[in-house]
């Protein structure tokens, strides 16, 4: 009876891991296993395809040496690679690195990592690798719209500082023209008082200096 209970406990776990296994090699992502010597132990479909190895090439090797990592115009050592980084004892790491295949492919990729374990026996790296290209055109796109509003704002601060000198040049062309007409008018001996022209000219004042 318990012989059985196990065989079908072994059962069950193998078709929970096949699931598993399934799911995960359905992913975009590249995702991999590997011992506290950094060798793989597991990886989906797609690290196959990262390093452009057979599955069977690919377990067992140095994960360093399957996926060599560049930042800026420099190769990153053994102990500057996420991998090695982990295994000095970093928990995580995280970060935008560029692959570099012997066979000139490359590639921006977004690397993930995490150690688990606590000692020789159960320590494990599990690492995911996904594009950042994407993330890196969404980005540009986004500088690329700033700029474009900012351009348009400049545009608009010059187009309103335009308007401002010709309205502020009207109001003085109408000023005078109101003044010139009142001194006509007066020196004409019109009946027209002072006083009101006075007015008149406050008023026009008022209702154009809101505008400018």
Same mark, same amino acid.
């Given at each position: ?14 078709? $929970? %891991? ?6 995960? /090699? ?20 797609? !690290? ?22 560049? &930042? ?11 991998? *090695?980084?982990?295994?000095?004892? /970093?928990?995580?790491?995280? *970060? ?15 690397? &993930? ?5 606590? $000692?020789?026996?159960? !320590? ?8 950042? $290209? ?14 474009? %509003? ?9 187009? /309103? ?7 502020? $040049? ?5 000023? *005078? ?9 007066? *020196?004409?001996? /019109? ?8 007015? !008149? ?12």
């Amino acid at each position: 009876m318990q012989a059985r209970q196990h065989e079908a406990l072994i059962l069950a776990l193998r078709n $929970t %891991l096949g699931r598993m296994e399934a799911a995960l /090699s359905g992913l975009d992502e590249a995702i991999v296993w590997a011992n506290s010597a950094g060798e793989v132990q597991w990886c989906n479909s797609a !690290f196959d395809r990262l390093v452009n190895r057979d599955h069977l090439r690919v377990l067992g090797a140095s994960l360093v040496d399957l996926v060599p990592l560049w &930042r800026g115009n420099q190769p990153l050592s053994a102990r500057e690679h996420p991998v *090695g980084i982990l295994l000095e004892g /970093s928990g995580r790491v995280a *970060g935008d690195y560029e692959l570099r295949r012997a066979d000139g492919f490359r590639a921006l990729l977004d690397v &993930r990592g995490k150690s688990v374990g606590f $000692t020789l026996e159960d !320590f494990a790296l599990v690492m995911v690798f996904a594009p950042a $290209t994407a993330r890196h055109e969404t980005v540009a796109t986004q500088r690329d719209e700033i700029t474009r %509003l900012e351009a348009a704002n400049r545009e608009l601060a010059e187009r /309103s500082a335009a308007a401002h000198l010709v309205l502020s $040049t009207l109001r003085y062309d109408l000023r *005078g023209a109101i003044e010139d007409e009142r001194k006509y008018l007066l *020196g004409a001996g /019109s009946s027209v008082s002072k006083d009101r022209f006075d007015r !008149f000219i406050r008023k026009v004042g008022e209702l154009l200096d809101p505008v400018v």
